[in-house]
């Protein structure tokens, strides 16, 4: 069945950089749109940023600039890189895909962002 795989969270500095990836399994979800979304403690899930398997993009206003949503549709993976990162930005960030980037209907099971200050 379809799998979503999230790698690369970890704890930084504020100002630094981390690069979060997203590995898919199956074919179907090749053609899917993908992507990230983030909950803090407390807080609702949110999203960050999202991509079409054409390239088209979207991202959250806060971390616009900041942050660049990318996917290999070859290899089946999604990237998010994360430059000049916030205290404000820690949280659980999770990896999304569905058939349209409305309805994401598959879930990784989320990697931990924390930005110390």
């Known amino acids: 069945q379809v799998q979503l795989a999230e790698s690369g969270g970890g704890s930084v500095q504020a100002g630094g950089s981390l690069r979060l990836s997203c590995a898919a399994s199956?074919?179907?979800?090749?053609?899917?749109?993908m992507g990230w979304y983030r909950q803090a403690p407390g807080k609702q899930r949110e999203l960050v940023a999202r991509?079409?398997?054409?390239?088209?993009?979207d991202y959250a206003d806060s971390v616009k600039g900041r942050f660049t949503i990318s996917r290999d549709n070859v290899k089946n993976t999604m990237l998010l890189q994360m430059n000049s990162l916030k205290p404000e930005d820690t949280a659980v960030y999770y990896c999304?895909?569905?058939?349209?980037?409305?309805?994401?209907?598959?879930w990784g099971q989320g990697t931990q962002v924390s930005v110390s200050s």
């Open positions: 199956g074919s179907i979800v090749r053609t899917y749109s």
């Open positions: 999304a895909s569905g058939p349209n980037w409305f309805s994401f209907t598959y």
């Open positions: 991509i079409t398997y054409g390239g088209v993009t």
